[in-house]
């Protein structure tokens, strides 16, 4: 039987480690031309691991970003592109809400705590990798790395729910602690703030309702996404368009309207 030119697998995890990790995903490139994949604003932290041909990232208004072994890019705010050429071959692990942090003790690869990160963890879990035989095996040897490092110290636990539905001043006084402690808190361990996370998670509300109508193969009635998802105005609603993916909610539309004619 013929292996598909491209392979991806996502592979979820089990319960008791749901929060440190979301998913991990596996891919490869078999075949004889360079693939290109945008990835869209998740607010997580990845850990990429490039097992073959190196892979790289386009960021935007950034020099390209060529990975051989190992990077750790986020909390993703913005879309990106990533090229798998010929033979490449990634493990990605996707970080659940301050799961990065937890583990490695930095919310970010850019976090100012970042030289307290033992990297020969990476280099050492990066060449485990490559000794097993099957996406199946290297997610466990994920899980058992998740389980060694886990840190089980009685900590403030995060939920971006909260963030979401409560007031800062709110779950302050539920937590008993100050709003200006809390705001700290969330930044130092998700590297970003609640505002941040409250205008992420209104801008995927609405990318939720354009794609129900597409779905549906109504028009995007703009004015009532706009309502319902608390947007001052369709100004406000473009500037976070242009904000997370680079591009209007025309290019928006026209984009997916491809991707669902070429299914």
Not at 56 to 63: C, E, F, T, Y
Request: charged share 20%.
């Amino acid at each position: 039987m013929t292996k598909p030119p491209y392979q991806g697998e996502r592979m979820e995890v089990p319960s008791e480690l749901q929060g440190i990790y979301t998913h991990f995903y596996f891919a490869q490139n078999d075949s004889d031309q360079v693939l290109e994949f945008t990835f869209v604003p998740s607010f997580q932290v990845m850990l990429i691991f490039s097992l073959g041909t190196p892979i790289s990232l386009v960021i935007h208004d950034q020099p390209e970003v060529v990975i051989e072994r190992y990077f750790i890019i986020g909390p993703v705010k913005q879309a990106f592109n990533y090229r798998l050429p010929p033979g490449a071959k990634v493990v990605v692990v996707n970080f659940a809400n301050d799961g990065f942090h937890r583990l490695f003790g930095a919310a970010t690869a850019q976090s100012s705590h970042f030289e307290q990160l033992d990297e020969d963890c990476f280099s050492a879990i990066h060449h485990a990798l490559q000794q097993q035989d099957s996406a199946a095996q290297q997610r466990d040897l994920l899980l058992a790395v998740g389980k060694d490092y886990l840190q089980s110290s009685a900590r403030l636990e995060l939920d971006t729910q909260e963030m979401v539905h409560q007031t800062v001043h709110e779950q302050a006084q539920l937590k008993g602690k100050h709003a200006r402690t809390l705001q700290m808190h969330y930044k130092n361990r998700l590297g970003y703030s609640v505002k941040e996370y409250t205008r992420y998670h209104r801008f995927m509300q609405m990318i939720t309702l354009v794609q129900e109508s597409l779905a549906s193969q109504r028009e995007v009635d703009w004015a009532d996404v706009v309502f319902t998802c608390g947007y001052y105005d369709q100004s406000h609603l473009i500037r976070d368009f242009k904000h997370y993916l680079m591009m209007s909610p025309s290019q928006y539309l026209k984009l997916s309207q491809q991707m669902c004619t070429s299914r």
